[in-house]
């Protein structure tokens, strides 16, 4: 018997495969002859960023560095700090073809100890976190429509998607940020934090327009009198991603983040350090996907043959919201000592993890809040505190997926005791919320000519329970959906009561 069927191609993204390592953090270093002894190690911390990512052959290829930065106090009690970056490079091999697919990374420092072996000589230990997946944009060939009277077919709307690509691209910004009237120059810089933050993300013209600031907190001890001055400046960017077939009506995941930072001083002629240079390379990444309902055959059944069908599991991801929002944040917590003042602090997002229910999405996770300040006595003291947060959006439905990005966008205090502190919080929550399902699509059919589906009769009785489908009733039966409706008089495609239902029999 001919085949006569329409086809049609429905594409979707295929994660061919997903990898996790352990980069470990050995290292033993003394510090230069221009910093001083260590007396108190304050805190050290370490950021674990991806530079780069290649694909070389059947392997993936990414190069990071792990900037750990040491802040201590010497004999005088005076505040230093050390930065090391220690490079690392990790490979992932697939078997298979990769040229044409996207690759995403994660990487994140789990933890660091660090130890003091003597005054000028540390040793640190401690791991990040790697993960890598490949991610290919697939095709799929399903049936939409089938030329056959003695077939009969359930035929939907498939609400699919069409990924238009996954793109990455890197900015490289080079800004001068000067220290403000009335501030010292600097002899050295202590710490800085570095946040990317997306504001807005515009589609025009098969281009994607991608806006956002960076927060570069600095905290620096100056030239004049070592006292420690801040400097929270924040800097624009705005990137063009060129991706074709991109229009209005398509949805993007967009993502930013710190791939590498470097800050050098800059001296006038004089000698004076009053600006520093701030290289800085981001990394944006953007998701596309549009809607593009299709018409498909979910089932099918021939009323005189028996009929073999040919299905495919087909994963179809459709973006139903953008969140773009700052969640402002307070905690109360009470220091170890009495504060004089408060030198400096900072917050790191450790964990965060999503729940969707009740058509709600609920995004939490641990805060890690630390605090360098003086005391009465003068003295340096560093304190941690760990907090937890959360953040609910509504979802028009359950059975969603969330990637959610988090930073830092600003952190501010208030001294309310002698030992107490209300910290202040603004945390930006970008996050495309995806509806995920997994749908059997026919992709081939064969009508077995010599196997005839028999029937002694031409019309059954049958009592349906509550809930039936009278789709599956009529494939059951060998009949026909549309005449077992139409004899029963019946409208809804459901049994909604008890009742007696005719099955005609071709």
């Avoid at 139409?486 to 029999?505: F, H, R, T």
Wanted: charged share 25%.
């Amino acid at each position: 018997m001919e085949q006569n069927c329409i086809k049609t191609n429905i594409y979707y993204n295929e994660k061919l495969c997903e990898n996790s390592a352990e980069v470990p953090i050995d290292i033993e270093f003394s510090l230069p002859d221009y910093c001083p002894d260590i007396s108190k190690i304050l805190k050290c911390r370490a950021v674990s960023r991806i530079s780069s990512k290649n694909i070389n052959g059947n392997n993936v290829v990414i190069d990071g560095t792990i900037t750990i930065n040491l802040l201590y106090s010497n004999e005088e009690s005076y505040i230093f700090s050390y930065e090391y970056q220690y490079p690392f490079n990790k490979s992932f091999n697939y078997d298979g073809e990769i040229n044409e697919c996207n690759i995403c990374c994660k990487s994140k420092c789990e933890y660091v100890n660090c130890r003091a072996i003597s005054g000028r000589k540390l040793e640190i230990h401690g791991a990040a976190s790697l993960q890598c997946n490949i991610i290919k944009k697939n095709k799929t060939e399903v049936i939409s429509d089938i030329d056959n009277k003695g077939i009969e077919i359930n035929r939907l709307f498939l609400p699919a998607t069409l990924p238009v690509g996954n793109t990455d691209k890197y900015l490289l910004i080079e800004e001068e940020i000067e220290v403000g009237n009335g501030q010292p120059p600097i002899r050295s810089i202590l710490r800085y934090d570095s946040k990317c933050c997306i504001s807005e993300v515009k589609i025009i013209n098969d281009k994607v327009v991608v806006s956002g600031e960076i927060y570069l907190p600095i905290l620096y001890c100056s030239d004049t009198d070592s006292s420690l001055q801040s400097l929270k400046p924040r800097i624009p960017f705005s990137q063009i991603i060129e991706m074709p077939g991109i229009n209005d009506g398509c949805k993007c995941n967009t993502k930013a983040e710190i791939a590498f930072i470097e800050l050098k001083l800059r001296n006038t002629p004089s000698g004076e350090a009053t600006s520093i240079l701030a290289n800085i390379k981001v990394l944006i990444s953007c998701e596309a996907i549009c809607e593009n309902d299709i018409a498909v055959i979910s089932d099918a059944y021939s009323k005189k043959n028996r009929l073999n069908l040919s299905k495919k599991d087909i994963d179809i991801n459709k973006i139903i919201a953008n969140i773009s929002e700052t969640s402002n944040l307070k905690y109360d917590t009470e220091l170890t000592d009495e504060v004089k003042n408060i030198v400096d602090l900072w917050c790191d997002i450790r964990e965060v993890h999503t729940k969707i229910a009740n058509n709600k999405i609920c995004i939490f996770g641990d805060l890690v809040v630390g605090v360098i300040y003086l005391n009465n006595q003068d003295l340096p003291m560093f304190c941690e505190r760990i907090f937890d947060f959360s953040y609910e959006e509504e979802v028009n439905q359950n059975g969603c997926k969330c990637d959610p990005q988090i930073e830092v966008s600003s952190i501010g205090y208030f001294l309310t005791g002698a030992s107490t502190v209300e910290i202040r919080i603004d945390i930006k929550v970008n996050a495309a919320v995806y509806e995920c399902c997994s749908m059997p699509l026919i992709v081939d059919y064969k009508v077995e000519e010599k196997k005839t589906c028999e029937n002694n009769c031409a019309m059954l009785i049958y009592y349906p329970s509550v809930g039936e489908n009278i789709w599956e009733i009529a494939k059951q039966f060998n009949s026909s959906k549309e005449e077992i409706k139409k004899i029963n008089s019946v409208k809804e495609d459901v049994i909604s009561d008890k009742q007696m239902l005719l099955i005609p029999i071709s």
